[in-house]
């Protein structure tokens, strides 16, 4: 199955601070099942502080599947936005556009942000080590 990678799982992964996500990762990849979106690449290069940090990031993000936000998309982001701020909290347009895809794609979410457990219908990825 398909597994939309969080920006906060590929920080982790890059400054390989945490053995059980580093773990995952490679078992992920390896099974070529990693899918990535404009969004995440965007939030990736705004913290590549050096040339080889781009470079790094760049090379690793190639291969995967890439999911486009169309404009259905958008709207259901910003549906879910709208529904969270109904039920008293809010979600930040990003993490709503991310699970508004892998809603669309069907697909798992693997984040290690605990906000994404409120968004009904998202299933999120999980694992025994992480």
């Avoid at 995967?64 to 982001?77: I, K, N």
């Avoid at 936005?81 to 895809?101: Q, V």
Wanted: glycine share 6%; proline share 3%.
């Amino acid at each position: 199955m398909l597994v939309l990678v969080d920006t906060s799982v590929w920080i982790e992964y890059f400054l390989r601070k945490n053995a059980l996500v580093e773990k995952e990762m490679d078992s992920l990849l390896r099974s070529e099942e990693v899918a990535t979106t404009g969004l995440v690449l965007a939030e990736l290069r705004q913290g590549c502080r050096t040339p080889n940090q781009l470079t790094l990031m760049i090379e690793a993000m190639q291969p995967l599947f890439y999911l486009e936000t169309d404009r259905p998309t958008w709207l259901r982001a910003g549906e879910l936005a709208a529904e969270a701020s109904a039920r008293g909290y809010t979600l930040g347009i990003g993490d709503c556009i991310l699970a508004a895809l892998a809603l669309r794609e069907h697909c798992l979410l693997f984040t290690l942000d605990h906000d994404f457990k409120r968004i009904p219908g998202l299933q999120l990825y999980s694992s025994r080590t992480v």
